[in-house]
C-alpha cells in the first residue's frame, strides 16, 4: 500500500510513470523560478513578480485539470484520469502561494490584506474563485470521496467551472493593457467547457472527430468577435476595424488563431487515434 505523502505511487504501492510525471510538471514552474531567482530578486519588484507567477500558474494547472477529460478522450488514454485530482490541488498550491505573496506584500498584516480583499472588486472576485478551489482541494482525498459518494462528490466539483470563470475574470481585470494572453486564456477554457456542453447536448460520450472539428471553429469565431467587441468597448473603435486586422500577422497573432491551431491539433490527434487499434476508454459521461 502507499503511504498517503508518496503521491508519485500507485494504489498498490509501485512507482507510477504517470503520477511522477505529472509531479514534474507540477514542480517545473518552481523550478523555473529557482532558476530565474537571480534576475527576479534584482528586479523592479520581486514580490509582486512571484505574485504574478504564482497566479498564472494557479489557472495554467486550472486550465490542465479541465482538459483531462477531453484528452483521454482523444487520445485515448484513460489512465490520465488517475492524475486528475492531483493537477487540481497542484492548482490549488499555487494559489495558496499566490495569496501567501499577496499577505507577505501587504507586510504580513492580515488584517490590511484582508481589507484589501474585502474592498476590491478584482480581489473580491479572485477571493472567490480561491475560497471555492480550497473547497475542492479538502475534498479531494480518497476519504472525503468515500464519505460524500461518487455521485455528490462529482456534483460538487462542478464548482469547478464556477472557479475558472471567476480566475478568467480576475485575471482580466487586472490586466493594464494588452489583454492578447487572458483572450486566449478565456478561449481555450472556452474550448475546454464546449466540450462538456456538446457531450451532454449529445447525451454523454465522446466526440466524434467532425464534433471537434465543429467545436473548434466555433470557439475560434467567437473568440474573434468577443475579442472584436471587448477591443471596441474598451477604445471606442469600431469592432468591425479590429476585425480586420485578425490577417495582419505582423501586429502579432491574435487569440482567434491560437485557439483555432491548438483546437486543430487536438482534432488532428483524435483522427490518428480514431483510425489505431487502440480501445477507447470507459465513456464518462458526468465528468
Ligand atoms: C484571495 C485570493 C487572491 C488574491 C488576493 C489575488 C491577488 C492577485 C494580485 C495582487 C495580482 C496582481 C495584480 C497586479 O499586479 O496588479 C493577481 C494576479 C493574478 N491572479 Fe490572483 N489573487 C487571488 C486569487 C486568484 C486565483 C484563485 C487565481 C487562479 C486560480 C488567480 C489568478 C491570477 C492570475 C492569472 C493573475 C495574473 C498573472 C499574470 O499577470 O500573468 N488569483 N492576483
Not at 22 to 49: S, T
Not at 73 to 87: K, P, Q, T, W
Not at 181 to 198: D, E, K, N, T
Amino acid at each position: 500500500m502507499r503511504t498517503s505523502w508518496q503521491i508519485w505511487r500507485d494504489r498498490r504501492g509501485r512507482l507510477s510513470p504517470l503520477r511522477g510525471g505529472a509531479l514534474v510538471l507540477l514542480l517545473m514552474p518552481l523550478f523555473k523560478a529557482l532558476y530565474e531567482l537571480d534576475a527576479i530578486v534584482h528586479g523592479a519588484r520581486p514580490i509582486n513578480e512571484l505574485i504574478h507567477r504564482a497566479g498564472f500558474w494557479a489557472l495554467v494547472f486550472l486550465g490542465i485539470t479541465l482538459a483531462v477529460t477531453p484528452f483521454r478522450h482523444v487520445a485515448r488514454y484513460g489512465h490520465l484520469i488517475e492524475v486528475r485530482r492531483m493537477l487540481g490541488v497542484g492548482a490549488f498550491c499555487y494559489a495558496a502561494v499566490h495569496l501567501a505573496l499577496f499577505v507577505a506584500d501587504q507586510g504580513f498584516d492580515i488584517g490590511k490584506a484582508a481589507y484589501e480583499i474585502t474592498h476590491r472588486w478584482y480581489l473580491i472576485i479572485g477571493g472567490t474563485g480561491w475560497l471555492l478551489l480550497a473547497v475542492l482541494a479538502a475534498t479531494s482525498t480518497d476519504a472525503m470521496v468515500r464519505r460524500l459518494g461518487g455521485m455528490r462528490w462529482r456534483r460538487l466539483h462542478q464548482i469547478i467551472y464556477a472557479v475558472a470563470l471567476l480566475a478568467l475574470i480576475h485575471y482580466f481585470q487586472q490586466t493594464k493593457a494588452d489583454v492578447t494572453v487572458p483572450s486566449f486564456a478565456a478561449s481555450l477554457f472556452g474550448w475546454l467547457i464546449g466540450y462538456r456542453v456538446v457531450a451532454w447536448w449529445q447525451g454523454g460520450g465522446e466526440l466524434s472527430t467532425r464534433s471537434l472539428l465543429g467545436l473548434t471553429i466555433a470557439v475560434s469565431v467567437l473568440t474573434f468577435i468577443g475579442e472584436a467587441i471587448g477591443i471596441a468597448i474598451a477604445f471606442h473603435v469600431s469592432p468591425l476595424r479590429v476585425l480586420s486586422v485578425a490577417f495582419d500577422f505582423g501586429a502579432g497573432v491574435r487569440p482567434g488563431w491560437q485557439v483555432l491551431a491548438a483546437g486543430l491539433a487536438v482534432v488532428a490527434i483524435d483522427a490518428v487515434r480514431s483510425r489505431s487499434r487502440t480501445a477507447r476508454p470507459r465513456t464518462v459521461a458526468a465528468e
